[in-house]
Structure formats: structure tokens, C-alpha cells
């Protein structure tokens, strides 16, 4: 079982930043993550990704983000962060990590492949 666990979140002013931090752990082994996404969901709306990043560093932004947030990764400590950069109102919402990860209980069983969400953490930006 491999847990995706989110940090940095808080309330802002319009204006301002926040990074955020996602890192994958196990007690076991974690053999490779592939792309490591942003999703963000506001009341009443949607879930809806905001930025990935491939495992060689390949970026995606939503439109609604280029240019203010900036998604980068940490292959050794199985980590992704979301700089988020002149804030808006609209960008309220809880923002949640997603991962495909290989794991295993051990290096010496079979891995499976498996998709993982963390549990959310919120961003309120104020006017």
C-alpha cells in the first residue's frame, strides 16, 4: 500500500503563492512512478487537472494556470510540488495529488501497478 500525502495548502491573498507538496511512502518498496498530476476541485464543479509532470519532466498545464504555476518533481525523494504564483479567487478549490505507482511489500514480491489519490489539501485564496 503506498500513501500520497499533501501538504502546504492554506489561505492566501489574492496575489500571493503557495507551494505545495505531495510525497508517495510506503513500507515497502516503490519500483518506479510514472506521472505525477494535480487535480483541483471547487464546490459544485468538477474535478479537474491542473498540472502533470512525466517521470523524464515533461510538463502539462491547464490554461487557466499557465504561466503562474510551475509543477516539478523529485525522483529520489518520490515527491511533487506545485508552485502556485500570483493566486487568483477562482483558484480556490482542494487540490489533490494523483500518482501511478509500482510497489511491492518488498523487493523480493511481484509489484503491481496501482493509482493513487492523496486526501486533499486546501487552497483558499481571498479577494
Known amino acids: 500500500q503506498v500513501q500520497l500525502v499533501e501538504s502546504g495548502g492554506g489561505l492566501v491573498q489574492a496575489g500571493g503563492s503557495l507551494r505545495l507538496s505531495c510525497g508517495a511512502s510506503?513500507?515497502?518498496?516503490?519500483?518506479?512512478?510514472?506521472?505525477m498530476n494535480w487535480y483541483r476541485q471547487a464546490p459544485g464543479n468538477q474535478r479537474e487537472l491542473v498540472a502533470a509532470?512525466?517521470?523524464?519532466?515533461?510538463?502539462v498545464y491547464a490554461d487557466s494556470v499557465k504561466g503562474r504555476f510551475t509543477i516539478s518533481r523529485d525522483n529520489a525523494k518520490n515527491t511533487v510540488y506545485l508552485q502556485m504564483n500570483s493566486l487568483k479567487p477562482e483558484d480556490t478549490a482542494v487540490y489533490y495529488c494523483n500518482a501511478i505507482v509500482t510497489a511491492a511489500g518488498s523487493r523480493w514480491q511481484v509489484p503491481s501497478t496501482v493509482n493513487y489519490w492523496g486526501q486533499g489539501t486546501q487552497v483558499t485564496v481571498s479577494s
Open positions: 509532470i512525466t517521470s523524464d519532466g515533461s510538463t
Open positions: 510506503t513500507s515497502g518498496v516503490i519500483f518506479a512512478i510514472g506521472t
